[in-house]
């Protein structure tokens, strides 16, 4: 079965650096999404793309964050300056489309350390 | 503000004993409900969803989830758990008119011991 990649797979960094994250979805699938989760917690929502445009990036904290799609298919979460409190998987998801009826199909994800 | 409330945060059991994991959420309009599970070491992958129909859903490794619309629940259940059922189990929730997009309960942490 096809699988959603992301890399890395670990990351340490030391706090004000900078960070990205890579996510390429299953082929074909439109939406993109951004998890984020913190141990313990379930998954929360950061940015959801449909194709290249962002559809809802409500949580995202702007001041630090950003997330592209620029050809539609793979993205990059950026943190720039990391902060302690960023310490968390970082999951990547993807679906066919946007809707009721998708499931999510979704990577590894990516253990940040914020040191 | 949707929220979806898993309120076992951790469930010990012995193998052959039965589960029920609870799942709430706060929504009344229309819904999906899911249930994925975090295997040790793997991603997250779908255990089962409801979409309309029959509110009792079966899913794979015999789990099964019942969706009760007038107390707002999707609980998860499982006859006879196995040591390999040990994981981490989400409950996600699909509400319509929004945005589509899957909020998911904080999970409850299962132990099966042999």
């Known amino acids: 079965e096809a699988e959603v990649a992301q890399s890395p797979r670990y990351k340490i960094t030391e706090k004000s650096q900078a960070v990205a994250f890579w996510c390429d979805p299953i082929?074909?699938?439109?939406?993109l999404y951004w998890y984020r989760q913190i141990l313990g917690q379930g998954p929360e929502l950061l940015v959801q793309?449909?194709?290249?445009?962002?559809?809802?990036d409500s949580q995202l904290p702007k001041d630090r964050f950003s997330a592209e799609r620029l050809k539609g298919v793979d993205s990059t979460l950026k943190i720039q300056p990391a902060e302690l409190g960023d310490s968390a998987m970082y999951l990547c998801?993807?679906?066919?489309?946007?809707?009721?009826?998708?499931?999510?199909?979704f990577g590894s994800g990516t253990q940040l350390s914020v040191l | 503000a949707q929220s979806v409330s898993q309120h076992n945060h951790h469930v010990i059991l012995s193998e052959a004993a039965s589960l029920e994991l609870g799942c709430n959420y706060s929504?009344?309009?229309?819904?999906?409900l899911f249930w994925y599970v975090q295997y040790p070491g793997q991603h997250l992958q779908l255990l089962l969803k409801?979409?309309?129909?029959?509110?009792l859903v079966k899913g794979i490794k015999g789990f099964e989830a019942e969706f009760i619309k007038s107390k707002f629940s999707f609980n998860l259940r499982k006859p006879s758990v196995q040591w390999s059922d040990t994981a981490e189990y989400f409950c996600?929730?699909?509400?319509?008119?929004?945005?589509?997009?899957?909020?998911f309960g904080r999970g409850t942490s299962l132990i099966v011991h042999p």
């Open positions: 996600a929730v699909i509400r319509a008119g929004g945005s589509y997009i899957p909020t």
């Open positions: 998801a993807s679906s066919f489309r946007t809707g009721l009826n998708e499931k999510l199909f």
């Open positions: 082929s074909g699938h439109a939406t």
């Open positions: 409801y979409f309309s129909g029959d509110p």
């Open positions: 793309f449909q194709d290249e445009s962002v559809v809802d």
């Open positions: 929504y009344g309009g229309t819904v999906n």
